[in-house]
């Protein structure tokens, strides 16, 4: 019997829950809390007995215990699930205590949250050479599935700690993973799966990868794609020093990552920092290089579209490759290199298209009372080629001082300062006046042809 009607996701028909046993659920019946086996809570109770759902789930109650098998712990979990999408709210929450915990790989269906103590306190331990915790994976698009706040160790080199397969809404944070130091490593920190449904608008947040060998991936094993996700403050740490071909931050290949946005982390020590494999309209912004990375950014393959990169910090120009031929945006980032800036392989260029031929599509608005340039252009070496002032003059190489200048107070002898070579266009009588001598406000003279 299902108190709460049909769930939105997909029912464990393979279980029997009335015949369910082990520690006690709680329930919040008619405003009071009960605490009833499963099959006590089945028992005797109409739909109308169940004022709301119960949305917090302790997995001691189910036989989580710390010192217990893997096996012991992984059916302590999938009991509470079971439970939860049977009597709990959408967003069910699975609360773990502090604690070291054995498992075996955990599905984690939709509206499933696994929640730690803290990434410090709670720590979840797989020795399998799967996937620790695999969200969604249903066949279907499955919403707002998660683990978030606690550690994930993997023992074994192959092991990964969190896919999420056809998932959308997937919260996966506040964790710190971990592998093996070893040369023969092959796992994942968290994987994104696109397979046939594509998996979209999920969450990583304030997640640590430590030695992984391929700490933030997405891919598609099928026709959908991984597109549009979010990475916040996710960070990559490797061991390339000890381990040659090591590591790898953030690698997205196969047209996956449009519209995905990673923001703030740090990446240190990797073989590759950033690997980008035929990937297509992926934002960057505040990623910061620690260093000893044997590539910053490496970015290869057909059908590759620009990336855009901004305020990336100590990303070192000598070691980016970039073979796809494509423009990037690139704002605002700095090198490590103070020979080498990141624009000399990365092209520094702002594209800016207006949606109708009226439109006007770039306006730089100078302050009350601005004095200097509302805008320069400057050339590889930072040196100035022309210049706009505040008083709408275009100043050509600046040093020179020479000027375009448009002004309406007609003949600018002993008005008008500038260098030698500088032209004022009267707008107000129609006249041009050429700077023959002088670098101050004398020695114009009028070219204007009747």
Not at 20 to 45: D, F, H, M, Q
Not at 160 to 189: C, F, H, M, N, W
Not at 201 to 220: E, G, I, L, P, W
Not at 374 to 395: E, H, K, M, P, Y
Request: aromatic share 8%.
């Amino acid at each position: 019997m299902n108190l709460l009607g049909t769930p939105s996701v997909q029912s464990p028909k393979a279980y029997d829950l009335a015949n369910l046993t082990g520690p006690k659920i709680g329930l919040r019946l008619a405003g009071y809390r009960y605490s009833v086996s499963p099959a006590e809570a089945l028992a005797g109770l109409s739909a109308s007995d169940l004022m709301f759902g119960y949305d917090e789930f302790d997995l001691r109650r189910y036989g989580l215990a710390v010192g217990a098998s893997a096996a012991t712990n992984t059916t302590a979990i999938a009991n509470a699930v079971l439970v939860a999408l049977q009597y709990g709210t959408a967003g069910a929450t699975l609360v773990a205590p502090s604690g070291a915990f054995n498992i075996n790989s955990i599905p984690v269906p939709a509206l499933i949250q696994i929640v730690g103590r803290g990434a410090h306190a709670t720590k979840f331990t797989y020795g399998g050479n799967g996937v620790a915790f695999v969200l969604g994976d249903s066949g279907g698009l499955d919403h707002a599935c998660g683990v978030r706040r606690l550690a994930i160790i993997n023992t074994d080199n192959a092991g990964s700690a969190v896919k999420a397969v056809g998932t959308t809404e997937a919260l996966i944070e506040d964790l710190y993973i971990e592998q093996p130091v070893s040369a023969g490593r092959s796992g994942y920190g968290v994987w994104f799966d696109g397979k046939n449904i594509g998996s979209f608008f999920n969450r990583v947040k304030n997640v640590t990868c430590n030695h992984v060998q391929m700490s933030f991936y997405q891919t598609t094993s099928g026709a959908a794609h991984t597109t549009c996700n979010y990475y916040d403050n996710c960070s990559a740490f490797g061991d390339e020093a000890a381990v040659a071909g090591g590591s790898v931050g953030f690698a997205f290949t196969i047209s996956e990552g449009n519209g995905t946005i990673v923001t703030g982390g740090n990446v240190e020590d990797l073989h590759e920092a950033i690997s980008l494999v035929s990937a297509s309209k992926i934002t960057w912004i505040g990623v910061r290089n620690e260093g000893n990375c044997d590539i910053d950014i490496a970015m290869s393959g057909a059908g590759f579209t620009p990336q855009t990169f901004v305020s990336l910090e100590n990303f070192d120009a000598a070691k980016i490759s970039d073979t796809t031929g494509v423009e990037h945006t690139v704002i605002g980032c700095d090198s490590n290199n103070s020979a080498l800036f990141l624009p000399n392989v990365l092209r520094r260029t702002l594209s800016i298209r207006g949606r109708a031929v009226t439109d006007i599509e770039l306006k730089l608005r100078a302050f009350f009372g601005q004095t200097a340039d509302i805008f320069q252009a400057l050339d590889w070496n930072d040196d100035t080629l022309f210049s706009v002032g505040a008083d709408g003059s275009i100043n050509c190489v600046t040093g020179v001082g020479v000027k375009i200048i448009a002004g309406t107070g007609g003949n600018p002898e002993g008005v008008v300062t500038a260098g030698t070579g500088s032209l004022y266009l009267d707008q107000a009588n129609g006249g041009a006046y050429l700077k023959i001598t002088g670098a101050g406000n004398t020695g114009w003279k009028s070219v204007t042809h009747a």
